[in-house]
């Protein structure tokens, strides 16, 4: 009933930038909370960044000062745009939304991730 589409992954060179986007379709009321996680192989899925629909935001420890995530709430779509990118940063990156659906049911989403690789 609701499906995250992201976008934007892709090979990028260190130090470089890339953006990813996710756009938030189906039966939704409201979208409270939208983010980024990101897995690497063989570890945990971690929060990248989230941000509410009021706008406040907040980050991991190892991408503030280089990510800013953004959203705009008339497109249900949430931003990440990544700069100053380092190998480190290579993972499946996940966008998940808290949503309130039209029938007044809460859950959260994940989209199907899309992958970032920083190599030179």
């Known amino acids: 009933q609701v499906q995250l589409v992201e976008s934007g992954g892709g090979l990028v060179q260190p130090g470089g930038s890339l953006r990813l986007s996710c756009v938030a379709s189906?039966?939704?009321?409201?979208?409270?909370?939208m983010g980024w996680y990101r897995q690497a192989p063989g570890k945990q899925r971690e929060l990248v960044a989230a941000t509410t629909s009021g706008g406040s935001a907040n980050y991991a420890d190892s991408v503030k000062g280089r990510f800013t995530i953004s959203r705009d709430n008339a497109k249900k779509a949430v931003y990440l745009q990544m700069n100053s990118v380092k190998p480190e940063d290579t993972a499946a990156y996940y966008c998940?939304?808290?949503?309130?659906?039209?029938?007044?049911?809460?859950?959260?989403?994940w989209g199907q991730g899309t992958q970032v690789t920083v190599s030179s």
């Open positions: 189906g039966r939704i009321f409201s979208i409270p909370a």
């Open positions: 998940n939304a808290d949503v309130i659906g039209s029938g007044f049911n809460r859950n959260h989403y």
